[in-house]
């Protein structure tokens, strides 16, 4: 049972200032006995491995790790997983929303933080955890049971809520997350379906939908599926991946273009999520695309051998030896020792009629390698 008036309350923040203010609220409130600070989502979990927390008050916007992801880990860590969470965020919209849903927030409050509002929040989410509702005991004894592997006994407690409240989506959207693990792939399905039917904004169901369509090879319907879970929360960039991923397999290359710029936008690190888009768009001969990609890169990192060198082969793929000579010399002068690249570089002088030029890097290959095929039939094109 929580006492608000004796909690310990963790404030997760960046900015310092609004740990002061809102601590002072509390403090007129009457609420907390301790208070505890974290900068971002990272510190905060530093914080709970080292103190028991009551009740948990987060910024949604933070460096590092948001508030969002702080919950995502805190709801799958059984330690912390019930600590009740309160989200302050400027944001109103449907992507908020789904994803307040989708890491079971237990409020959120627009700033700015008024006394009013605090107090109102605080004492909703208390009495919430201190007289938990019957399909909040039966998910939390499901949950339970699925992490220790019972779970035959966990779909059964994810029954006994969705008895107990058959208007929500949560407990149908487990039933189907159990059946997945399961590998019950039907049953998963009707669950799903029903959850998503309940609750038009249920991302986790949607994607989970799109996962098990992937599964079964049904590309159609996995793109159909991961799509609605991307357009209701485009901040999963494992989701966005997944989505362009089907629509390059597909041939859709303008689609995933669109897809892929938007989960640019949103990562932290966009060069490294680039490097891999340009990887799968390689793989699903989307060439133009993974061209773009690679002179973005190098343009950001000119000194990536293994990157000039990807550029040249999709010059020689189109028959345009002269650039890529330009990138397998470019990427020679970071790695002269590359075997590789420099068969590619004779090749390509091969091509353009350059024989002389050709023999040098075929004979630099021969004395690293004298059993070298490649570059012993090469060489005697240019003889």
């Known amino acids: 049972m929580i006492d608000l008036k004796k909690a310990t309350i963790l404030v997760v923040d960046d900015a310092e200032s609004m740990y002061h203010s809102i601590r002072s609220i509390l403090k007129i409130l009457g609420f907390g006995k301790q208070y505890l600070y974290a900068e971002n989502g990272e510190a905060a979990l530093t914080v709970l491995k080292q103190r028991v927390v009551d009740i948990a008050l987060v910024d949604n916007n933070m460096p590092v790790m948001t508030g969002e992801e702080l919950l995502a880990v805190m709801r799958q860590t059984p330690e912390y997983s019930n600590i009740p969470v309160i989200m302050i965020t400027g944001n109103a919209h449907q992507e908020f929303v789904a994803n307040a849903a989708e890491s079971e ?36 004894n499901a949950v339970r049971k699925a992490n220790t592997g019972d779970l035959d006994g966990a779909i059964e407690d994810a029954r006994l809520a969705n008895s107990a409240n058959p208007r929500a989506s949560r407990p149908l959207r487990e ?13 998963a399905e009707e669950y799903f379906l029903a959850a998503v039917k309940l609750n038009r904004v249920d991302v986790v169901a949607f994607q989970h939908l799109g996962d098990l369509y992937l599964k079964r090879g049904d590309v159609d319907k996995a793109m ?59 793989e699903y001969k989307a060439t133009a695309y993974a061209m773009k990609l690679l002179k973005e890169l190098i343009a950001g990192d000119p000194k990536r051998p293994d990157l000039l060198f990807k550029l040249g082969k999709l010059f020689e793929n189109k028959g345009e030896y002269a650039k890529a000579l330009i990138q397998f010399n470019e990427a020679l ?51």
């Open 105 to 140: 927030i237990d409020a959120y409050i627009l700033k700015p933080v008024t006394v009013k509002l605090l107090n109102e929040k605080l004492v909703q989410v208390v009495k919430q955890a201190n007289n938990p509702c019957p399909m909040t005991i039966h998910l939390r």
């Open 175 to 187: 039933l189907g997350i159990y059946h997945y693990q399961k590998d019950n792939m039907e049953k």
């Open 224 to 282: 159909k599926y991961l799509g609605q879970a991307m357009q209701i929360s485009p901040r999963n960039l494992d989701r966005g991946v997944n989505l362009g991923k089907i629509l390059l397999k597909k041939g859709k290359t303008d689609k995933a273009r669109v897809v892929y710029n938007k989960v640019f936008h949103l990562a932290k690190e966009p060069h490294a999520l680039k490097e891999k888009v340009a990887n799968l768009c390689i």
């Open 333 to 383: 002068f970071f790695d002269k020792e590359n075997v590789d690249i420099m068969l590619h570089q004779a090749r390509s002088y091969i091509k353009q009629g350059m024989l002389l030029r050709a023999e040098k890097p075929l004979k630099d290959i021969l004395k690293k390698n004298p059993d070298h095929k490649d570059a012993r039939k090469l060489l005697r094109q240019c003889i």
